[in-house]
């Protein structure tokens, strides 16, 4: 017998109806966005693959908390029911809400980071190495070597490697080291997972050194997942519990309520310490709102805190993980590079091994993003050189090794048979990859580049 097959674990009670454009109406859009994704209008795309963030589809009990909002300025009956979900689910005892992730970053960044400071994490993202450099510090990787290579089998990719956790501890002194940055899962690795064992080590080399440990638990949730699936002891354990031991071994965490949390906006930081939460709570009312809503309506809060119920239900994790795989496994199975293992949220082309005849300084990953769009209107995400900016110090583009464009599945959004458009459209760019061209960038903005840069097609 065939395996039997497995569905979504959730039925479709209100649709949104998408537009089916021409070639020539693609090619004269992203002409127009300057070969950069992120400035084409959301109309001109038939599957929207840019990313998981904001952009999840709410459940009918999220859409009736919505309606339950209570919009009182201050103490608002929203809010306790947030702070009583992150206790309950993440088992932090404080929250700060926050308009969204980087929100948290930014507070968390201002309260610990001082100039001259050293923040070690597991690779690099955009918007939390932003914050850390404004506050000047400085950003170290200290993920194991596996996890710059896309092909790399190994099943916990996104661990620290604890030697070189140690080696910049020794080198700079446990006092400039404000705190250690675990990402969960680590996006720009491909969404891969850091396992419980490595959580656990982090922890107890923090504690011989008095450092603190936050965590980025942006998708935690699927991070929890990949620990059900393959660290030893955790198969019978259910997400909800695997996910609540993980977050013991942190002092606190952000959050970007977009990904995990199953809402269009929110996020928050999270905590132990008493201390942080009131400068926390100083700095919140200047930059975001009162330390009961955070810059968030009360229905935000309201749909955030039920999502953080939903998020960790097994069947949900399960499904969600699936259809990542279904995808990807499309992908591997016509021989085209992606990220090994598939990861937690989207599925990463190796634009490098896609495209060996355009080098990086060509932004290989742009443009192959900009291609995808043009050939069937699926919209993707460059994660390499672009989103590396460029190093502060001598004003040259950052290199990384891995040269990525996400494919980046929204939660309960799209069916498995919009998985096949997709892959359908990768594996006929892979048949006729040597007809894609370099770009060259015409505008670059000072940070954060990748949101707004222009680039025009070489010759
Ligand atoms: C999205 C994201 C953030 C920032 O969150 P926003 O809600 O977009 O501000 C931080 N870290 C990671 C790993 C993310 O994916």
Known sequence: MEQRPVAEPYRIKAVEMVRMTTREEREAAIREAGYNTFLLRSEDVYIDLLTDS????????????????DEAYAGARSWFRL????????????????????????????????????????????????HIELQGGTFV?????????????????????????????????????????VALTVNMAGGQPVSMQNLREVRRIADKYGIRVWFDATRAVENAYFIQEREPGYQDRSIREIFREMMSYADGITMSGKKDCLVNIGGFLAMRDPEILQKAR???????GMPTYGGLAGRDLEAMAQGIYEMVEDDWVAWRIRQVRYLGEQLLAAGIPIVRPIGGHAVFLDAKAFLPHIPQDHFPAQALAAALYVDSGVRAMERGIVSAGRDPQTGDHRRPK??????????????????DVVAYSVKHLYAHRDQ????????????????????????
């Not at 999220?62 to 309606?67: E, H």
Request: hydrophobic share 40%; aromatic share 10%.
């Open 83 to 130: 702070e009583k979900a992150v206790q309950e689910v993440y088992g932090f005892p404080y929250v700060v809400p926050t308009h969204q992730g980087r929100g948290a970053e930014h507070l968390i960044s201002r309260i610990l980071i001082r100039p001259g400071t050293y923040i070690p994490g597991n690779m690099y993202f955009t918007t939390t190495r932003a």
């Open 402 to 419: 891995l040269e990525l464009v996400r494919l980046t599945i929204p939660r309960r959004v799209y069916t498995d048979r919009h998985m």
């Open 141 to 181: 990787d200290v993920i194991r070597d596996e996890a710059h290579d896309p092909a790399a089998e190994v099943p916990f990719k996104g661990d620290i490697d604890l030697r070189k956790l140690e080696e910049l501890i020794g080198r700079v002194g446990p006092g400039r080291i404000p705190y250690i940055n």
């Open 436 to 459: 894609i061209k370099g770009l060259r960038m015409v505008y670059e903005p000072p940070t954060l580049r990748f949101f707004t840069a222009r680039f025009e097609p070489l010759e």
């Open 54 to 69: 904001g952009t999840s589809a709410m459940s009918d009990r999220q859409w009736a908390a919505l309606q339950m909002g």
């Open 282 to 288: 100083e700095l919140v009312v200047v930059w975001e």
